[in-house]
């Protein structure tokens, strides 16, 4: 987290609540109202999902916190466990009713809209009891396909409040009753005669058994196409949980048992087949295969694995038959807690989230001062009832602030869920808003420039010795020793040339080499000061090596046998691949970039060159690298971090963003904002852009429904809006904000174009 952002309370306890009844952004502010109500509760209403997450003291029961929902006038259940099958088919329910009432909607409101013109245009085709027809043909529309928002708007009223299904229940209810009125009491030279068209065309304007069907029609097929949408939404944040294996064969006493995924026990032996999951997170222990991680780190070419090779649970194997030791299960394996992690992440609210939940808390209300007033002044001013009556249902339509309410939540969802599905965590919208404001990008260099492991990257044999023998003599002699150096150089002879002959008389000199007996023969390896201590010399060409490979951040050991210089081993942390290319994304961004080292300032700026990176910082310990943040802040700067996550904790939470590489299974537990599991330095822009493309369509979809709403109730109240197209345009609102946050699916990549890879000044 960032240093801006206060970390919970330890006392609390968290639940989460699963609601239900909410229609709009208004019920969900309510509940939130009432949630926090509660002493020692605090609460956050995510109406898209339908979920309330409260942080509560232990005197605050789940229990209590029902009952505070229902006397709210809503359902609430406490979620037990994330996948939510019930709330998937609760939901998948809703939207088949919303599907039903929106066919007899259309069917009859159809037919209705078109006999209604017709013979409002052309009276000589009127026909005995066309207007009964007319209002037999509404009023399954009116009282069974619009009952969902007459009964939310009753409930409301109820517990002495509103909604915006209080606006278009009062809207439809208004259009039928006025027109039942003109129909059974008006005379035949009123104009509000026959449905309001009196008996010529000039009334024409004024169709109110179709406006009460039609707004039906509309709102219902906007909140159906909403719903739905909403729900892939949802399916998008929620899609790791359905990566996750349901049962696993384990091997106990040599035989393979299929069991439930529950009864994995850390240090359970289970085998994957080819072309299954990986049921757990876990060591392989025998067996070699490709594994397809593509749904775990977003990297879409499969890694090769064998022993003692970490595998993450959820994963696909590929090829081969694998043993696999489980290390974490359940809660603790990677896939858990990063599906927990992007769930988490929708759950708290902008700021300017925020600011729109507590507009639409007292929106619906101001829209009902704002209704009747608009009636009251065209009575004033001389109008026709009908005109008044015309204007004022177009606002009550068009002014529901459902699209404000659906804003930021979609957004936030899509591309929290997006982001999982490349390995990206955001935990949160604060990463987001801090995003924006980020002009420079400080990586840490070892573990996240670099792999964090040294590698033998050349052998320079000096006299008659060859370089595998060289090499040979040397690893029998570090197969001895635990130092980095040591382990580069005997893997690359395991890997070259297999078994390696014992070693004989071992001794390490520490920070310096070692040296012990292979085969009879005296073997010495290690610094140029360690072979001057032996007098030993060292030619000037050796010398030069020397020098030449501390000049480009390398380190290198000569290898000496029976007191003779037989060759120079270059020994060097590299650069994790495509971490050039990472940097330069950065700067096309209009990022600035400083590496952050604890190495000197020659192998940083080595390091650095080779990257591309202008600025460094070496010499950097540990302790001192939250300190190098913040001098950056001092300065004016808005700073991101790009550590590993262990021992950058302090220097992640100190910056504006900090952006963890993740290693090993306790993702949840690192001092950032932005967790990075894709082990590939490119994603780093990946979530940069990624968070500015979620934030701007999260300000997109604000300035539409702002604009919308301030737009669109001065144009009805003015009587330039039919209630019709009123009704039309907030189901389309609606649809526009989800379907412009949908778009973040197709997120893939960084693709800044062509340009310069320089940062800016």
Known sequence: MSAHTRPPDTAEQRVELILGGMTCAACAARVERALNKVDGARASVNFATERAVVHHTSAVTPEGLLAVVERAGYQATVRQAPGDAEQRQSRARQIRELR???????????????????????????????????????????????????????????????????????????????????????????????????????????????????????????????????????????????????????????????????????????????????????????????????????ESVPAEVGPETRVVGGTINLSGRLVVQATAVGARSQLAQMSALAERAQAGKARIQRLADRICAIFVPVVLVITAITFASWLLTGHATTEAFRAAVSVLIIACPCALGLATPTALMVGVGRGAQLGILIKGPEALETSRRIDTVVLDKTGTVTTGRMTLTEIVPVGSLPADQVLRLAAAVESASEHPIAAAVTARAHAELGDLPEVDRFTASPGLGARGEVEGRAVLIGRASLLADEDISIDAAIAERLADAQRTGATAVVVAVDEIVVGLLVVRDEVRPGAREAVAHLHRLGLRTLLLSGDTEITARAVADEVGITEVSA????????????????????????????????????????????????????????????????????????????????HGNLGWAFVYNLAGIPLAAFGLLNPLIAGAAMSLSSLLVVSNSLRLRRFSSVDVGPGSAEPRP
């Open 619 to 698: 010499g950097v310990l540990p302790a001192e690298k939250a300190a190098a943040v913040a001098e950056l802040q001092g300065a004016g700067r808005r700073v991101a971090m790009v550590g590993d996550g262990v021992n950058d904790a302090p220097a992640l939470a100190t910056a504006d963003l900090g952006l963890a590489m993740a290693r090993g299974t306790d993702i949840a537990l690192r001092s950032a904002d932005v967790i990075l599991v894709r082990d590939d330095l490119r994603v780093v822009a990946d979530a940069i852009l990624l968070s500015h493309q979620t934030l701007r369509t999260i």
């Open 100 to 298: 039903r009432r929106l066919a007899v909607a259309a069917l009859l409101a159809v037919p209705l809209g078109n006999i209604a013109i017709t013979l409002a245009l052309v009276p000589e085709l009127r026909f005995p009891y066309w207007e009964l027809l007319c209002l037999l043909l509404a009023t399954p529309v009116v009282f069974w396909s619009a009952a969902p928002f007459h009964r939310a708007a009753l409930q409301a009223l109820r517990h002495g409040s509103s909604t915006m299904d209080t606006l278009v229940s009062l809207g439809v209810l208004a259009s039928y009753g006025w027109s039942v009125f003109s129909l059974l009491l008006g005379g035949s030279a009123e104009p509000g005669y026959w449905l309001g068209f009196g008996t010529t065309a000039a009334g024409a304007d004024a169709v109110y058994l179709e406006v009460a069907a039609g707004v039906t029609t509309f709102l219902l097929a906007g909140r159906y196409f909403e719903m739905r949408s909403r729900h892939r939404a949802v399916d998008l944040l929620t899609a790791l949980d359905g990566l996750a294996a349901k049962d696993v064969r384990v091997l106990r006493a040599g035989v393979e048992t299929v069991v439930p995924i529950g009864a994995l026990a850390v240090g359970d032996l289970f085998i994957v087949r080819p072309g299954e999951k990986i049921a757990a997170d876990g060591r392989v222990e025998r067996g070699l295969s490709t594994v397809d991680t593509s749904a775990i780190t977003g």
